[in-house]
């Protein structure tokens, strides 16, 4: 989940609400989208403003770890494959910026946030991607992930968001096959390139359950979020869903998920596994990760280094808008 | 790298007179057996490719807008792709066995054929751009004659190719009309990036012996014959850019050999060293 953490606003019972507030829950309840010309409680507005920002900060900064890997792919095809996902990625920070706009933040204004540490990031990307075999776990794990919540959010409230995420899952689930078709090859390879898969799975094992956020019992802002359908599961419904899916893909593979207490459970017909350690997520989360530093460093440096670039444009369109001006004039 | 040897292979020249004979676009049979200069050639195309789709692929995440890493993404990608028909065409005609991948990982720098221009670092973001604008506006040429060419392959890949580099080369006299005539610093730093580049324009219309035999087969234009084109092009972007060319520069490879004859700078090992450092580290092993 690219969204971790969102802080929502508080949550009112229905007799403390507005005529106007009571008719924007019941519309949601009906499944009704919800517009951007339209009429929404303020908290409707901030909530999404920073769940689709942090989102589409998400898609931005996981350009970087497998951005990592382009130069070295080990094949033309591999090198096309990765290059098209890494830009797909990009793209789909391109359409969230766009959604969050529509709620009347702009794109330079949550970038800003962004390089000043005031908006967060998945902290997956935090990690970094050490062998060939990452962009293999990457895709399969971290693209899996992403499409465990996002398929969901393809039927939440904000129109906008709904669309954007519709168009987003169509690629990451094309990233994931593209992840687990990696991560087949290296398992069927020689025993260094098994040992690479087998390692990979290792390092990013615990880092893809943290992407769904903490323990429902200590999530504090899901229930607003749920009920105005910007959440539409809990964080552990989708880790369990996600453990679910990926325990027989790795077991497929050959490969030994390391959890040593992962346990079919016949009962509830899910896995019984070990919570990450949260104590790692809340470091990463608050800067401590062993990448922050790099990739915040690796944003904030594009952003600076293209200032004048951004600016010559800008020059530009105004000397070209000054030259169609007098153009004008000059022919009335 | 050693001259080459003259075009000898008779079988070229008679189906080069076949394919003129033909006014449609017959496919030619391939020529493939025994011919090192088309080998060569195609190496030449494939390597411009792969080398500069490198260079472009570095950006990756660190460009100056979310709709430039887009931009130099899809860039990087229509060349990698081009690379792979370059290289695997390459492969076949030689008919050692190799694929284009054995091509892109295996040789070491000395048997790349890629010009310097291409190899040169991105620098700042306008080298990147100035140095894209200078070969997209060479390359569309050479894509353009090439459709033309004898051999049905090399047509069709340059008409691929061709679609895609119109576009490239849209782009980039774009950005470099609109950063030269833009910011005093965009202006200056655009300029900055022509004048350090241009010592590296001219090993794009050198003409040697491969050249010779590519264009007396009909396989390919001398390079030479595509310079007018491409001077009218930039002199036209220059010029709305409000940029100058250096009036006087030494030019890199063409009276010493460069890049299309294995002789490059410093860069390309280092560009190697990354881009193989899976298939050398794990010989023979399959990703
Ligand atoms: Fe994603
Ligand atoms: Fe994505
Ligand atoms: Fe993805």
Redesign the pocket.
């Known amino acids: 989940m690219?969204a971790q953490l969102v802080k929502s606003e508080g949550s009112k019972s229905r007799e403390d609400m507005t005529p106007e507030e009571i008719a924007f829950q019941d519309r949601i309840d009906r499944n009704e989208k919800i517009e951007p010309k339209e009429w929404m409680p303020e908290g409707y507005r901030k909530t999404l403003i920073r769940q689709i920002g942090q989102h589409a900060h998400?898609?931005i900064v996981?350009q970087l770890p497998e951005g990592n890997w382009i130069t070295r792919a080990p094949t033309l095809e591999r090198k096309a494959i990765l290059l098209a996902k890494v830009q797909?990625?990009a793209?789909?920070?391109l359409y969230l910026y766009c959604a969050a706009e529509t709620l009347g933040v702009s794109r330079d204004e949550l970038l800003e946030k962004l390089h000043s540490g005031n908006m967060k990031y998945s902290s997956i990307f935090n990690y970094p991607t050490l062998t060939w075999a990452d962009m293999g776990a990457v895709g399969w794990l971290v693209?899996g992930a992403?499409i465990m919540n996002q398929v969901p959010l393809q039927r939440t409230s904000y129109g906008p968001y709904s669309r954007a995420m519709i168009r987003?899952c169509k690629?990451?689930s094309f990233?994931q096959r593209q992840g687990y078709d990696i991560m087949m090859k290296m398992c069927a390879g020689t025993p260094e390139q098994k040992a690479m898969a087998q390692d990979a799975l290792n390092r990013f094992w615990y880092p893809a359950l943290m992407m769904f956020g903490p323990s429902d019992k200590d999530s504090v802002h899901s229930a607003q979020s749920m009920a105005w359908k910007i959440k539409m599961n809990t964080n552990d419904e989708l880790r369990q869903k996600f453990v679910d899916q990926t325990v027989p893909q790795a077991e497929y593979l050959g490969l030994t998920v390391p959890d040593p207490d992962l346990k079919w459970n016949e009962e509830k017909g899910g896995y019984d596994f070990s919570e990450p350690d949260w104590s790692e997520f809340f470091a990463v989360i608050a800067g401590n990760g062993p990448c922050n530093a790099e990739r915040l460093g690796a944003r904030v440096k594009a952003w600076e280094d293209g200032a004048w670039f951004r600016d010559g444009l800008m020059a530009h369109a105004a000397k070209a808008g000054e030259r169609a001006r007098t153009a004008r004039h000059a022919a009335e | 790298m050693p001259s080459l040897p003259d075009m000898t292979t008779p079988n070229l020249t008679a189906l080069a007179g076949q394919a003129l004979a033909d006014s449609g676009h017959v496919a030619v049979p391939a020529p493939d057996a025994g011919q090192p200069e088309f080998v060569e050639f195609l190496q030449r195309m494939g390597d411009n490719a792969l080398i500069l789709g490198h260079r472009v692929s570095e950006w990756c995440g660190h460009a100056p807008a979310l709709e430039e890493d887009i931009a130099l993404a899809n860039q990087a990608l229509d060349l990698i792709g081009q690379c792979q028909l370059w290289l695997g065409l390459a492969a076949e005609v030689e008919g050692k066995g190799r694929d284009a991948d054995a091509l892109a990982y295996l040789r070491d720098a000395g048997a790349f054929r890629n010009l310097l221009l291409v190899e040169l670092p991105n620098g700042d973001f306008g080298v990147t751009l100035m140095r894209q604008f200078l070969f997209d506006a060479f390359h569309i040429e050479l894509l353009r004659a090439l459709k033309a060419s004898a051999d049905s392959r090399v047509a069709d890949i340059a008409a691929k190719a061709e679609k895609e580099v119109a576009y490239h080369l849209e782009r980039s006299a774009d950005l470099v009309i609109r950063l030269g005539d833009g910011s005093e610093e965009s202006r200056a730093r655009m300029q900055a990036a022509l004048t350090k580049l241009w010592s590296y324009t001219g090993e794009m219309f050198v003409d040697d012996a491969v050249d010779g035999a590519m264009s007396d087969a009909g396989i390919a234009p001398l390079p030479s014959s595509l310079k007018p084109a491409w001077d009218r092009t930039v002199a036209a972007v220059l010029d709305e850019a409000t940029l100058a060319a250096p009036a006087e520069a030494w030019q890199h490879g063409v009276k010493t050999p460069g890049g299309k004859k294995g002789v490059h700078t410093e860069h390309l090992g280092y560009i190697l060293a990354e881009m193989q450092f899976l298939q050398r580290a794990y010989p023979g092993a399959r990703w």
Do not use: L, M, T
Request: hydrophobic share 15%; glycine share 20%; net charge negative.
């Open positions: 690219y998400s898609e996981g797909d990625e793209g789909h920070g693209d992403a987003i690629e990451e990233h």
